[in-house]
Structures are given as structure tokens and as C-alpha cells.
């Protein structure tokens, strides 16, 4: 049974801000779509005396393009992304992650502050975001700053934020028509599933090399990560076969999962290397010029 | 029966549209004035003494009416099926997290809550039996006083010995199969009510068998079972979990002592603790064929971990027994088996009951020994195949119908198998295609010496109308639109010109249980019986009053100088407070052979399983691609029902070979609910689920019905493995298969 709460709803930040500022000292949280949340509080993993929601702030439930930035308000829904025609054509695996999160209820709720700030490991819009090199704009009553995605997370289920700080934005360089990537997931079912690992790649083909790549996993360690070694290799080389079995290596020795109740640590490991050959190797099957795909 | 108007025909399911609109209103939906919330304390430890408990803090709690102990149950402080070992509220001991040690009534939930969390027990932990094998060491610690050991049952046929010396081929093999969890939609909820005024405890609550439920609280209260009504129906799923007593004598005890009506509804997670599952068994086969592929012996050893209490533990054993050789003659057999005590929560009925675990463990075997021989796998099934008025494996007639023949030839010609390897070709690695096949033989009823029956009565109601009373429960499978199309068949009516009880045992004559596929085949028997009886009565009726012989005709009265509808006749009866009514009641046959145990049974429905899959051998995942199930259920009285059956047991039984596990660790659920332990979801499901129903008339039956509800969820475990055989040459024999598992094993081997 749930614990009765008291309940705050602002309707602006400025409102939300202040709020947070008078009951700086109380057990308070946020609720977003309520899905991790409400989930915790029934399990009595979390005991607040009362909840703000910030569904009602208007301003943070906006996808906008800001000057070549795409900027997403922390409440923006799954559901949201996946029909906005600007995310589907310039973040499709952001898009991809969100149409592979849960079901259909849950993404009309799950919101991308609320995946970002719950910090799982296997939080499956992270990925995509850490390969669109996404920072996120943070707001407390005292200061705002803006820091990158991939330094955002400690530990499973631990930021950097401050107690009274929020997400309150999150935002990428609007990604070049020519730019292309994958986000593969991996699940105990094949919908409304936690991954048991996940990828996502983005990355620019110049001439036929990679320009850069940046390629980020989740559930494969103890917060979302980014490949570097992998993305150090592939810089500057084609993607060949031999090179893709190559980084393919590479990305078993970048991971450091655990055995839990979805998996092992030994599957996890193996599936870094398969799911990142599929994604490359799917990248340059559909680049490949017609005609040229069956050989 | 051959022309029928109602039997055989997909007729809409009554309970339909009120179920798909949300508007059924369940035991767990049901309110009322002045209504206490009830709430279980559970065992603190899996195996541990109970040094003491006070409640003394809890009962002070404003709002709280009462808290009871062991001391409140009045009569015998035990519950279960075939013994009642289980306590209603545990004494000095508790043997698994999902014992019960104390109850709360409270005006709200959340005082009850809190109310249990002033409860103070103490306990002296005991040490955790978890390997069913070591539990039977003299050394164990003992689950309960007089050993570990619940039931040892041994059934032989002819001299295994010399069978295996007249095979060519002796195939050996161990499997093993996991804790699985029945996932019922509707946790056990209800409500209890006690009326000071007439002495009658009212138990409201969803449950397989109203009849028996009465009986294990009228024993638990030492009341009058006249005095106890339950009302159990409609049912929010079951598949086995809801035979057994699960909360119905706590709402008893709590409305007793509150003289209020209290609710209980689980959460999903003390659901989960607290209810039985399907058994884990580790299964030893040794089968011998000779070079053309006759069968010629048969050993198996199964261990059963039964858990804390003995439930059906004894029965779901000497079914996986019965099963085991599956519908094959095989003439020397060899079958023991042992069901065991643990601290593993605990285990009963589970649709199959115990024949799933067999048939897995057979029908895999049955495909290894087609492959040494090479012999197509369903021309090495048809070549044994048993037959009507054959001695089965355990050596007793096979009187009733037997369709598993026609079953296995309608695989064999089906277009999933026969183009198995040309459909091969369409993949390419690491991506693989195989089918697989597998038969099941299921049976039906309770079995020899355990008292199997049904009653049904029949009566007239004023406006012409029939009311149809019978006991048998809806759990969602659909049996009561098959009642009212048997019933209607006999009666020559319209199904709406009648209506039926069902569940309540204030209502109607004790039906039988809603288990063992058997309500169709028992409930049809009993009211075929009650329609001919009423019929007589009408004609009997008619002709005095009109003075002339009258015949029954279409709800209509034919005599030769006159016709008078139903409804005139019904007004007449009503008005010299005449009940025209007829009663029926059928006994289940029984086997020639008696091995005591409820062994061995004497009906059995049948059904051959086909399943198609893809497997990518390079993640270890298993995506089942069609499914054909061909049973033979004696006459489908609603073939739409046997559809539904067989669709949703297909993905209940694909779901058990690829990934559903209840995960323990020192007699801890570490899955207790629905994120931790995975179900299969729509977008999971075979792309195409295809039924082709045999109908093999049943003579014992009017209609030549016998029953439905288990077999789909069977075979097509075995079904799928075998086909991840065929796609890839790799064998698992300890399910779930998940990626996990397949991967390394493929790596193991080296195969691919
Ligand atoms: C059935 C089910 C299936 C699911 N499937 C998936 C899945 O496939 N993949 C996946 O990744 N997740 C899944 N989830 C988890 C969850 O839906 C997602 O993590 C979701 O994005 C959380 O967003 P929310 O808006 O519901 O967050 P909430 O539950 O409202 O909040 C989560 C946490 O973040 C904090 N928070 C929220 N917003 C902010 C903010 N702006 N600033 C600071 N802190 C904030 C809250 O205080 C809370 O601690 C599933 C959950 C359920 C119940």
C-alpha cells in the first residue's frame, strides 16, 4: 500500500523553484511520469512526506531546435519523442531507444528527466543520448549549470545532482543529414522489457571513414558508458568487416557487467561485441550502393 | 448425437461481453457495508521454531477489531487437499515464507497494515532445506516430524530388464525442470461474512472447487458445513493455483470473530510467497528401441520437490508417473518416483499436473532415440502408437477413446512439417530454422478410488424458462456456454431460454472440481442425465393435467389433440406449487487396475504439437514462429473454446520452455512479482498459433465430450526443444532455455 502524500503541482519553473527553495529541508521528491517513483514508493524504497510534480510546468514539456541545438524540457514523454517528425529525422535512435521503453502506457508517462535522474544502469534513453554527446541543463534555487550527459552519473541510482537541483533540459548539437547511427537492445521479452544490454552508436562517414564515431552501452556496467577505447579505434578507419570484428573485441574488454536476475555477466559480455558488429554492420549495409548489398 | 444445433458449434462465450466491457464483477471486486480489511502476517523465515508471539501492541491500535493466532482456530488447525498438513495459522513452526502465523481485521488497510507490523513473533531459525536430494539424507533437518520423504510410488509393467535386452538402442538421459508460477491475473481476494441471526458463515472467494472449500473451513472451524456457504465463481484465472484452500478460512475466522464482513485481497507479491507452484522435478529416462523402432522399455526416476506442505504434491507425482510413457505402448516399464519436503516454497496443481514435466523429459528422449535410429520422429510415434482397447504402458485397459493416431497423421501431412527443411533455406547464419514435435496423453478426472462426480439438477422455472444448477465454477476457460449447449441440445431450446448457477454451494448440487480437464465430460454427464429426467417429468406432468399422452417437442407439449407451450405448462405447474424439475448425477468410470493413489485413470484426452522456430545462434535468442496443436478432445462441444484452450496453453507452455523461472535462494523468492519474474507479452507470441481439433467420440459421454484445458500447455514444450534442434543440433535438457543457457551451451558444443 502506498503511503498517503501531500502533493504540490507549480505551473511554471520560477513556481517549482520556489517551492523547492521552502521546503529545502522536508522529505520531498519530484514526480515526473511517475513510473520508477510511484514504483519505489510502493515497494517502500522511498518514503516522502509529499510530491511536486512537475507534469503541470509547461516549459519543461517542450521539444525544441535552438540554433542548430535540439533542446528537450526534462518532461518530455517517449511517446512525445516518437512523434516528433524533428527527432525523427535527426535523432532517430534517440526515437529508437524511446519506441523500445516499456509499453505503450508507460511511454505516455516516462519522461526523459525522469529516466535520466533515476540513473539506472539500463536506463535505455541514456545510450542514445551519450552518443548524441547530449549535456543537461540543471537548475537549483541557488544556481544553474550545464554539464555533459557522460559525467553526470556515480553510481547505479547516483548523480551529481544536488538535493535541490532538477533537470531541467536536455540538449545535443542537431545532428547532420549525414550523419548515421543504431541503438539494439536486448530484452527478456520482446516488448515493455528492461535491457539486459543495450547500444547505441552515432557517427559521421567521411569518404568512407569514420570521421567520428561515438558509440555508449547501457546495463553493461554500473552506470551508462561511453566506448572510448572502441571509438578511439574506429577513428579515422573504414568500417571493413576485419575492422568491425576488431572493435567488436575491443568493446568485451571496455564492459564490466554483473550477473543479476535478468542475465549474466558472461552473456552481457559477448553481447557488447555481437549487438556493436550488428549495428556496424547495419550501418554499411544500408549505405551500400545499390546493387552492391548481396555480395 | 450426430445432428446437432447447439454442440459442436463456436457459439459466443455468455460471460463474453460483460468480461471484455470490465463490467464481471470478481470475489476481489465485491463490497459491503460496514466492510474490515483482513491482512496475513507471513513467516518471517523459511524454516524456523516459533518461540512466541504477542499481539498484544497490534490488538491497542486504534481501529483494529481483532488479531488472531493459532489459538482462535476452533477446530483443526490444518488444511490440504489429500492430508491436511498445513496449518491455518502456524503453531511452533513455519516451513516456508508464505506460512500464515497471524490475522488482522482493521476498519481500513492501512491500519491492518500497520497492525501487523506491531505484531511481535519470535522465532529460532532452523536451517534452510533446499536440495530436494539432500533432503532425504538421514542427516537433513526434518521439514516435518516424520521425514522428508511425502510419497514414494513405483508402477512396473512387465520385466524392464529384459526390455532393455531385447532393445538395439538404450537411450539415457537426466532433465530438469524449474519452479514456474500459474501468473492468475486476479490475486486471491474475497470477502467473508458471518450472520449471528442464521449461523451462516458466508465465504466469498475465488477458487476451483466451492464444495471442498466448505468442507476444509467447516474442518477448520468446527462448524457445520450446512452453515457455510462459499461462493467461488467467476474466477480471475486459477490453472491450478486456487484448488487448494488459500485464504478462504482466514476470511471465515476474521468475520467470525469480527461478526463483520472483512476482505482480503493479496498483493501480487504475498500472491506470489504464499500460493503454490508447479514442481520443480529432476526426471532420470532410460528408454530402449529396438533397430526398427519399436519402443521396448522404460525407466524413469523422478524427484519432486514438493516444498513445505503436501497439497496435491502425492497426485501431481503419480500423474508425471502416468504420464511419463506418454501415448506410446511400450510393453516393460519401470517408474518411481519420490515427492520430497523442502523449504522451496511450495507446490501443487499446475495445469498438466506433473504430466508437463514428464512429457517434456519423454518426448525429447522419444526425438534423440528417432534421430539414432532414423526414423522420421512422428513415423517412430505412429509406429507405438496406443490405440483404443490397448494395455497401456502401465498395464491397464484403455477403454475410451483414443484420437492421438489421427492426431499425428494430421501433423505428419501438415504443411509446417513437410516443409521443414525447404523453409530452412529461407535463413542464413547465424539466423536458424527447425521445427519440432512432440505428443502428450493427458488424464482426465481424479483417478482410481478418489471420489469423482458430478451433480447437476434441472428445473422449470414459471415463465417456461429453464434453470440449470450446477456447482463447477468459471475460471476463464469457457465451460459455461458449453453447459448451456449440451444442455439446450437435450432440452431443444434456445441457450437463452436458460440460465445457470454455478459456484455457489447454496445454490446447487455439488458438481465436482474444476481440475483434471473434467467439468465438460462430468457437468455434460450429470446434466444430460437431469434433461432426459426433466423431460420425463414434463411429459408425465402434462399428460395428467391434460389427460392425454403428451410428448415433449420444442419447448412444446404435443399431444394428439393438442399443443401447449412451455411456458403454459410452467404456469400451471406454478400454480398447484408443483417444481418440475430433473436431477442427474454421474460417477466417473474407473480402470480395471488399481494402484492405489488415485492411480490409474481411465480417461484421456490427447494432442501432437507442432512448433516451428528461429533461432540466432549468435545471441542464444528463440523466437517461436507457428504453432499447430491438433488435440483430440473426445466431441469440441464449443470449438472456439478448444481454440482459446489451445492458443493460450501454446503460449503458457512457450513461456515454460523459454523463460519463465521462480528464482529462490534459501527459501526466498528473489521474483515475487511481475518485473522480476517475467511473463511473455502479446509481441511475443508465435506469429501464427494455429488448432486443428480431432474429435474421437467419447462413448462414456452423451455428446462424446471429454475435456481441454491442459494438454496445449504441455507438448509444446518438448515441441519447441526438439525444434531448436532441428535448427541448430544443440539439446538443453533442464528448462528454461533462455539465451543465457543456449548460448553456452552452443559454445560448449562448438556446433555452430
Ligand atoms: C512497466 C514498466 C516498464 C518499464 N520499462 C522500461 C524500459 O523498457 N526502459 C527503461 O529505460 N525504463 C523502463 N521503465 C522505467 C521508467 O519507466 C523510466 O525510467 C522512465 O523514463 C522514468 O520516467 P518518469 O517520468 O516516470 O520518472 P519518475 O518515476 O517520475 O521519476 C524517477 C526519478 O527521477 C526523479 N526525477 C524525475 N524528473 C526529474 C527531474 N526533472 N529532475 C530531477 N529529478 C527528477 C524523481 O524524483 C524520481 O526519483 C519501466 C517502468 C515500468 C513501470
Redesign the interface.
Known amino acids: 500500500?502506498l503511503?498517503p502524500v501531500d502533493y504540490l503541482s507549480p505551473t511554471t519553473i520560477d513556481e517549482l523553484l520556489r517551492l523547492i527553495e521552502l521546503h529545502r529541508d522536508k522529505d520531498y521528491k519530484v514526480l515526473a511520469g511517475g513510473t520508477d517513483l510511484i514504483?519505489r514508493m510502493k515497494e517502500k524504497i522511498e518514503k516522502p512526506d509529499f510530491l511536486i510534480d512537475l507534469s503541470h510546468v509547461e516549459e519543461l514539456a517542450r521539444i525544441e531546435e535552438r540554433a542548430n541545438m535540439i533542446y528537450l524540457g526534462a518532461m518530455v514523454t517517449c511517446a512525445h519523442i516518437i512523434s516528433s517528425k524533428l527527432l525523427s529525422q535527426s535523432a532517430a535512435i534517440l526515437v529508437a531507444a524511446c519506441q523500445r521503453l516499456g509499453?505503450p502506457q508507460i511511454r505516455s508517462r516516462a519522461t526523459l528527466g525522469g529516466n535520466i535522474a533515476n540513473a539506472s544502469p539500463a536506463g535505455d534513453t541514456v545510450p542514445p543520448l551519450l552518443a548524441l554527446d547530449a549535456s543537461l541543463e540543471l537548475q537549483s534555487p541557488s544556481r544553474s549549470r550545464t554539464v555533459a550527459l557522460e559525467s553526470f552519473f556515480r553510481g547505479p541510482g547516483e548523480t551529481i545532482l544536488d538535493p535541490d537541483e532538477l533537470i531541467i533540459a536536455i540538449q545535443f548539437s542537431k545532428p547532420t543529414p549525414d550523419e548515421k547511427g543504431f541503438f539494439l537492445k536486448?530484452g527478456?521479452?520482446?516488448?515493455?522489457?528492461?535491457s539486459k544490454i543495450s547500444v547505441a552508436g552515432q557517427l559521421h562517414l567521411n569518404m568512407g571513414r569514420t570521421a567520428w564515431i561515438r558509440i555508449a552501452y547501457g546495463a553493461v556496467a554500473s552506470t551508462p558508458i561511453r566506448a572510448h577505447a572502441v571509438e578511439d579505434f574506429l577513428r579515422g578507419k573504414s568500417l571493413t568487416p576485419a575492422i568491425i570484428t576488431e572493435a567488436a573485441e575491443i568493446a568485451q574488454q571496455t564492459v564490466s557487467p554483473i550477473t543479476d536476475?535478468r542475465?549474466?555477466e558472461?552473456?552481457r559480455r559477448?553481447?557488447s561485441s555481437?549487438l556493436l558488429r550488428r549495428g556496424l554492420e547495419g550501418l554499411m549495409a544500408a549505405a551500400a550502393p545499390p546493387g552492391a548489398r548481396s555480395s | 448425437m450426430s445432428q446437432t444445433r447447439f454442440v459442436g458449434k463456436p457459439i459466443a462465450r455468455i460471460d463474453a461481453l460483460e468480461k471484455a466491457l470490465g463490467k464481471t464483477r470478481f470475489m476481489s471486486d465485491l463490497v459491503f457495508p460496514n466492510m474490515l480489511w483482513g491482512k496475513v502476517l507471513r513467516a518471517a523465515y523459511p524454516h524456523a521454531r516459533i518461540c512466541r508471539i504477542d499481539t498484544s501492541r497490534s490488538e491497542q491500535l486504534p481501529g483494529v477489531r481483532c488479531v488472531l493466532t493459532h489459538r482462535h482456530v476452533m477446530g483443526l488447525n490444518g488444511f490440504g487437499i489429500v492430508k491436511p498438513d498445513q496449518p491455518v495459522l502456524c503453531h511452533d513452526k513455519v516451513r516456508y515464507v508464505g506460512d500464515a502465523v497471524a490475522l488482522v481485521a482493521a476498519e481500513t488497510e492501512s491500519i491492518a497494515e500497520e497492525a501487523l507490523g506491531l505484531i511481535q513473533v519470535d522465532y529460532d531459525p532452523l536451517p534452510v532445506v533446499e536440495d530436494p536430494e539432500e533432503a532425504l539424507s538421514e542427516y537433513a533437518p526434518k521439514v516435518h516430524e516424520q521425514g522428508n520423504l511425502l510419497l514414494r510410488t513405483k508402477l512396473q509393467k512387465g520385466d524392464v530388464k529384459q526390455g532393455f535386452t531385447e532393445a538395439d538402442v538404450t537411450l539415457e538421459q537426466r532433465y530438469s525442470t524449474q519452479l514456474f508460477e500459474h501468473a492468475f491475473l486476479e490475486t486471491e481476494g474475497g470477502i467473508g461474512i458471518y450472520d449471528e441471526e442464521s449461523g451462516v458463515i458466508t465465504v466469498y472467494c475465488g477458487s476451483q472447487y466451492a464444495f471442498r472449500d466448505q468442507l476444509q473451513i467447516a474442518r477448520a472451524l468446527d462448524w457445520d458445513p450446512k452453515k457455510i456457504r462459499v461462493c467461488s465463481s467467476p474466477v480471475g484465472g486459477a490453472f491450478g493455483a486456487k484448488d487448494e484452500i488459500t485464504i478462504q478460512i482466514y476470511l471465515a475466522l476474521l468475520a467470525y470473530y469480527t461478526r463483520c464482513p472483512v476482505k482480503i485481497v493479496l498483493s501480487r507479491e504475498e500472491s506470489f510467497i504464499s500460493h503454490v507452484k508447479r514442481h520443480p522435478m529432476r526426471l532420470d529416462v532410460r528408454l530402449g528401441a529396438t533397430k526398427v523402432g519399436e519402443l521396448k522399455a522404460l525407466d524413469v526416476r523422478i524427484l519432486s520437490d514438493t516444498g513445505a506442505y503436501a497439497s496435491l504434491g502425492g497426485p501431481v507425482l503419480n500423474l508425471a508417473l502416468e504420464g511419463a510413457p506418454g501415448p506410446y505402448r511400450i510393453p516393460h516399464t519401470h517408474l518411481l518416483g519420490r515427492a520430497v519436503y523442502t523449504n522451496n516454497g511450495m507446490s501443487g496443481a499446475c495445469r498438466g499436473f506433473g504430466a508437463t514435466q514428464s512429457c517434456f523429459a519423454m518426448e525429447i528422449t522419444l526425438d534423440m532415440m528417432a534421430e539414432q535410429l532414423r526414423i522420421d520422429p512422428i513415423e517412430l510415434r505412429l509406429k507405438n502408437v496406443l490405440r483404443r482397447n490397448d494395455l497401456s504402458a502401465i498395464d491397464h485397459l484403455i477403454f475410451t477413446s483414443v484420437g492421438i493416431e489421427e492426431t499425428l497423421k494430421i501433423a505428419r501431412d501438415s504443411e509446417l512439417w513437410r516443409t521443414r527443411d525447404i523453409r530452412k533455406r529461407d535463413f542464413q547464419p547465424p539466423i536458424f530454422y527447425g521445427v519440432g514435435v512432440a505428443s502428450e496423453m493427458q488424464a482426465l478426472g481424479l483417478g482410481k478410488g478418489i471420489p469423482d462426480f458430478a451433480g447437476v439438477s434441472i428445473e422449470l422455472d414459471r415463465d417456461g424458462s429453464f434453470l440449470l444448477r450446477q456447482g463447477c465454477i468459471e475460471i476463464g476457460q469457457g465451460n459455461l456456454v458449453c453447459f448451456l449447449q449440451m444442455a439446450a441440445e437435450v432440452l431443444q431450446c434456445d441457450i437463452e431460454r436458460m440460465r445457470l448457477t454455478h459456484g455457489d454451494t447454496f445454490a446447487s448440487p455439488d458438481s465436482g472440481s474444476v481440475t483434471a480437464s473434467k467439468s465438460i465430460y462430468l457437468v455434460g454427464n450429470a446434466l444430460y442425465l437431469a434433461a432426459k429426467t426433466l423431460l420425463q417429468e414434463l411429459e408425465r406432468f402434462a399428460s395428467e393435467t391434460i389427460g392425454e399422452p403428451m410428448r415433449y417437442q420444442e419447448c412444446e407439449l404435443v399431444g394428439p389433440s393438442r399443443r401447449i407451450p412451455l411456458h403454459e405448462l410452467a404456469q400451471t405447474a406454478h400454480s398447484q406449487g408443483r417444481q418440475l424439475k430433473g436431477e442427474g448425477h454421474f460417477v466417473h468410470p474407473t480402470s480395471d487396475k488399481d494402484y492405489g493413489d488415485g492411480l490409474p485413470h481411465c480417461l484421456y484426452s490427447f494432442i501432437t504439437q507442432v512448433a516451428s522456430v528461429v533461432v540466432d545462434a549468435e545471441t542464444g535468442m528463440v523466437k517461436v514462429h507457428d504453432v499447430l496443436s491438433i488435440p483430440d478432445c473426445g466431441r469440441a462441444i464449443n470449438p472456439q473454446g478448444v481454440e482459446g484452450q489451445c492458443e493460450g496453453g501454446v503460449v503458457m507452455g512457450m513461456s515454460y520452455a523459454l523463460l519463465e523461472k521462480v528464482e529462490l535462494q534459501h527459501g526466498r523468492f528473489l521474483t515475487d512479482n511481475f518485473s522480476t519474474y517475467t511473463l511473455p507479452t502479446a509481441a511475443d507470441a508465435p506469429l501464427t498459433n494455429k488448432t486443428v481439433i480431432v474429435e474421437s467420440m467419447e462413448p462414456t459421454n452423451p455428446f462424446g465430450a471429454k475435456g481441454m484445458a491442459e494438454p496445449p500447455n504441455v507438448a509444446i514444450c518438448p515441441a519447441i526443444l526438439n525444434a531448436i534442434y532441428d535448427a541448430i543440433g544443440v539439446r538443453i535438457f533442464d528448462i528454461p532455455v533462455t539465451p543465457e543457457k543456449l548460448l553456452a551451451e552452443i559454445e560448449r558444443q562448438r556446433k555452430i
Open positions: 500500500m503511503k514504483v509499453s536486448l527478456q521479452r520482446s516488448a515493455m522489457s528492461i536476475i542475465s549474466t558472461s552473456y559477448k553481447m555481437i
